[in-house]
């Protein structure tokens, strides 16, 4: 199964030229394909704006028509917060399209799953039944920590790590549970930038596990609530599939913003902050620097005649966002894998060992 592909670069791209370097504003590395056009730009205005701050900033971003990227420190290892959740999801649909889970299976809440620094779910009574559709809803939308954790136990930390691993992520940990304040958390919880755009190019391009579940993770970040990071300073009706991440002086956003012309994957980390809102401010502006020149991108990408993005803004623009209930025509591919004879159940948990796993 193909999870990634690879574009071939038809141009001979203008060279960057290359901005003063710091201590936390290190350009794409060397051996990185030269920056074209109006995203040669974006990396200066990038470093420029990276200069002028006094916090940890890792940027990574990818047009994804042809896979030219911009960024600064695009692979340094960053507390990822809440973005980690998005692994946690693929996990999940990797598990249910080998047909070990399903949508309509229950998981019990327990004590130990409860963590009150996001979402609902930590007021629910123990042995409370939830559906692994709710829990995924509520993991990505309202980023519930509880949710996070019931899934979590479910795939196992170690399952969600060596699926990153093969997929070639550097740097994306999963190393406990969601645990709000426990000092360990930042280094429990682990990503870079660029391992963030490998997900989302592959999930945009319908390659991440498979054509339909790469469509549903993408209805379900676009359903994401908390919209004040990157989609705060664009255009009123831009659509985005995005995950956002808090955690003590840490701020992340990362997801895929589809502009008519030119959809593009954006990864925008911040950490050591001096406050939550100059990350706000620094993640808001960089979300606009990338969005107009994405804008002037795409006419350069025609008048050079690369290709178009060929997958993707259509399928999330025909999800809803209301809710899990989206996914109710999809309940068959959910609630048994194809060419089964029955719905996966609990049972299934011996299969992949899975030593955390109670139902």
């Known amino acids: 199964m193909t999870f990634f592909r690879r574009i071939a670069h038809t141009l001979v791209a203008t060279l960057l030229i290359a901005a003063p370097a710091a201590a936390f504003a290190q350009p794409l590395g060397l051996g990185a394909t030269a920056i074209p056009g109006p995203l040669a730009d974006l990396q200066r205005h990038?470093?420029?704006?990276?200069?002028?701050?006094?916090?940890?900033?890792?940027?990574?971003?990818?047009?994804?028509?042809?896979?030219?990227?911009?960024?600064?420190?695009?692979?340094?290892n960053m507390p990822a917060a809440s973005t980690i959740k998005i692994p946690v999801m693929v996990e999940v649909f990797r598990q249910m399209e080998l047909g070990l889970v399903n949508l309509h299976h229950n998981l019990h809440v327990q004590e130990s799953d409860k963590d009150y620094g996001s979402g609902d779910l930590?007021?629910?009574?123990?042995?409370?039944?939830?559906?692994?559709?709710?829990?995924l809803w509520a993991m990505i939308t309202d980023s519930d920590n509880?949710?996070?954790?019931?899934?979590?136990?479910?795939?196992?930390?170690?399952?969600?790590n060596t699926t990153m691993h093969r997929l070639g992520l550097r740097h994306t940990q999963v190393g406990d549970y969601i645990r709000t304040?426990?000092?360990?958390?930042?280094?429990?919880?682990?990503?870079?930038?660029?391992?963030?755009?490998?997900?989302?190019?592959?999930?945009?391009?319908h390659s991440l596990i498979d054509q339909w579940s790469s469509g549903e993770m993408l209805a379900?970040?676009?359903?994401?609530?908390?919209?004040?990071?990157?989609?705060?300073?664009?255009?009123?009706?831009?659509?985005?599939?995005?995950?956002?991440?808090?955690?003590?002086?840490?701020?992340?956003?990362?997801?895929?913003?589809y502009l008519a012309d030119e959809p593009y994957a954006?990864?925008?980390?911040?950490?050591?902050?001096?406050d939550l809102e100059t990350g706000r401010a620094f993640i808001r502006q960089v979300s606009r620097l990338a969005y107009d020149s994405f804008k002037r991108f795409g006419q350069w990408r025609v008048s050079n005649r690369?290709?178009?993005?060929?997958?993707?803004?259509?399928?999330?623009?025909?999800?809803?966002?209301?809710?899990?209930?989206?996914?109710?025509?999809?309940?068959?591919?959910?609630?048994?894998h194809p060419g089964d004879a029955a719905a996966p159940d609990a049972g299934h948990a011996g299969v992949w060992k899975n030593p955390d796993f109670v139902p």
Request: proline share 6%; with cysteine; charged share 15%.
């Open 46 to 76: 990038l470093a420029s704006a990276t200069l002028q701050s006094s916090f940890h900033i890792g940027i990574d971003v990818e047009d994804l028509a042809t896979g030219f990227e911009s960024g600064i420190n695009v692979d340094e």
């Open 306 to 336: 690369l290709p178009a993005f060929a997958a993707g803004g259509a399928v999330v623009a025909a999800a809803a966002v209301a809710g899990p209930q989206t996914l109710a025509p999809d309940a068959a591919m959910w609630s048994s």
């Open 266 to 274: 954006i990864a925008v980390m911040t950490t050591n902050l001096p």
């Open 122 to 135: 930590c007021y629910a009574s123990v042995n409370t039944p939830i559906s692994i559709e709710r829990l």
């Open 220 to 257: 379900i970040l676009t359903g994401q609530r908390h919209n004040s990071l990157l989609p705060q300073p664009l255009p009123a009706g831009t659509q985005i599939a995005h995950k956002t991440g808090t955690l003590h002086d840490t701020l992340n956003d990362v997801g895929i913003v």
């Open 181 to 205: 304040y426990s000092g360990g958390i930042r280094y429990a919880l682990r990503t870079s930038p660029r391992d963030m755009i490998r997900l989302l190019d592959a999930m945009a391009h």
């Open 146 to 160: 509880t949710a996070t954790n019931m899934l979590i136990r479910m795939v196992g930390r170690s399952h969600i």
